[in-house]
């Protein structure tokens, strides 16, 4: 794969993130295509392209947003056939508009054709992610908050979706169940209360370890704040009551909103002067953008 200089693009703001290791994606990339391939693999071109015969194309994006997964495209296409090459002419993070060329593709037809379904969708699905981030970043723009995603991501795209939140924009809040504490109010419900409930997460967890509680009335909060944590999720409270929160809170530890948030209501959210705002439907409701191959030419 190589890359060309991007021209008549719109950037955004953010540094251009660095994608994941290719060791990250490989296997659910080689999974996706064992799926389409199945028994007989692509008969379609299999049965209509020589083995000869060498295409050239484009990746082209039907409608305008924020890009996301050209690496994974690449490694798709070369999975099939090494010797197909990927000319990138925009990077990730970057939104593009209609009918904008994201990359040339040159190489054996049957590899392109074969390979094209699965580099699209994945190419889709996370610029879809990223072109929502995007948006939900832009709704905010202006207030320190942050916006970040939560553990509501396809089975098995958690890494490459994550991922495509920082493309367009946005954080990541923790990867996992191991990464970091967050009392929820089912545990709650089991520990009894904020304060012993903290006090078991403390027993067991290392220094490095961050601990948030999830508090959804400010008589929950003023407990919270009794204990030894680092972040308090403010659930699904109104703006107003967001407001109180933050003032009691008093920047002693971080304050993330959550809960039912939209584009429509991210401003006043964030005008109440949390830190983090975060939102599932960023990773389980983004559309898919829309994005195609176009082939260009054949020669033998």
Known sequence: MTTAAP???TATAQALPLPPPSL???PVVRQALEEDLGRAGDITSNA???????????????????IAGLEVAACTFRMVAP??????????????????????????????LTAERVALNFLGRLSGVATATHRLVQAV????????????????LRTLEKYAVRAGGGANHRFGLDDAVLIKDNHLVVAGSITEAVRRVRQVTGHLVKVEVEVDTLVQLEEALTCAIE????????????????????????????GGI????????????????SAGWLT???????????VDGLKA
């Open 7 to 9: 021209s008549t693009m």
């Open 24 to 26: 990250q994606y490989e």
């Open 48 to 66: 209509i392209i020589p083995a000869e015969v060498q295409a050239t194309g484009r990746l082209v994006a039907r409608k305008a947003g924020c």
């Open 83 to 112: 010797d197909v090459d990927l000319t990138l002419l925009c990077h990730d993070g970057e939104v593009v508009q209609a009918g904008q060329t994201l990359a040339e593709v040159q190489g054996p037809a049957r590899a392109i």
């Open 141 to 156: 723009r202006g207030f320190p908050t942050r916006v970040v995603c939560t553990r509501k991501t396809t089975p098995g």
């Open 231 to 258: 972040a308090v999720l403010l659930d699904n409270m109104p703006a107003t009551q967001l407001t109180d929160a933050v003032r009691m809170v008093g920047k002693r530890v971080l304050t993330e909103a959550s």
């Open 262 to 277: 939209t584009l429509e209501t991210a401003r006043d959210v964030a005008a109440a002067g949390v830190d983090l705002l």
């Open 284 to 294: 389980h409701s983004a559309p898919t953008l829309d994005v195609a191959l176009d």
